[in-house]
């Protein structure tokens, strides 16, 4: 816990923070690098403030080849939050999400169904998933990943589903 007190009293004055090994596997951190053991230097960035929202996809069909719908208007005009307060799992899950939002490289699915999940997010949804959904949250993620097209398509429009069944 110190550690991870002295971890964000560095970030936030701006200083370097390196996580070292010890020959035990230990793990610590310092503002210098630890002499004579292996140092890598943490990327600390901010915490990811609550922004406002962009449009949210609308569910993606499970028609293999077919095209993916554009933002439901129902969906695009919901409320951005329902009282829910963001975890700071939730702000960082959400600053990842928008990473890939904007990531020309990845796939449309995967632009998509990110947009789609910062909605449901904001909308403390994740929060009231089970354990099991949200381990086919993941595995839908995994197969949003792959090279068949199809495959994406299918899984972004299962997410879809499964952010809607808690509607």
């Given at each position: 816990?110190?550690?991870?007190?002295s971890l964000?009293?560095?970030?936030?004055?701006?200083?370097?923070?390196?996580?070292?090994?010890?020959?035990?596997?230990?793990?610590?951190?310092?503002?210098?690098?630890?002499?004579?053991?292996?140092?890598?230097?943490?990327?600390?960035?901010?915490?990811?403030?609550?922004?406002?929202?962009?449009?949210?996809?609308?569910?993606?069909?499970?028609?293999?080849?077919?095209?993916?719908?554009?933002?439901?208007?129902?969906?695009?005009?919901?409320?951005?939050?329902?009282?829910?307060?963001?975890?700071?799992?939730?702000?960082?899950?959400?600053?990842?999400?928008?990473?890939?939002?904007?990531?020309?490289?990845?796939?449309?699915?995967?632009?998509?169904?990110?947009?789609?999940?910062?909605?449901y997010?904001?909308?403390?949804?994740?929060?009231?998933?089970?354990?099991?959904?949200?381990?086919?949250?993941?595995?839908?993620?995994?197969?949003?990943?792959?090279?068949?097209?199809?495959?994406?398509?299918?899984?972004?429009?299962?997410?879809?589903?499964?952010?809607?069944?808690?509607?």
């Amino acid at each position: 816990m110190l550690a991870l007190l002295s971890l964000i009293v560095a970030s936030a004055a701006g200083a370097d923070v390196f996580k070292c090994k010890g020959p035990q596997g230990e793990v610590t951190y310092s503002d210098s690098p630890c002499p004579g053991q292996p140092s890598v230097k943490m990327d600390l960035r901010p915490p990811v403030e609550d922004r406002n929202p962009r449009p949210a996809a609308g569910p993606a069909p499970a028609v293999p080849g077919a095209p993916i719908a554009a933002p439901s208007a129902a969906l695009a005009n919901a409320p951005a939050s329902n009282g829910y307060e963001l975890s700071y799992s939730d702000r960082q899950r959400i600053a990842n999400l928008e990473q890939i939002e904007r990531t020309t490289s990845a796939y449309r699915e995967q632009r998509l169904s990110a947009a789609l999940e910062i909605r449901y997010i904001r909308l403390g949804t994740l929060a009231r998933m089970s354990a099991d959904d949200r381990a086919k949250t993941d595995n839908y993620w995994a197969d949003l990943g792959k090279l068949d097209a199809d495959r994406r398509r299918i899984a972004a429009a299962q997410l879809a589903d499964l952010f809607a069944s808690y509607q």
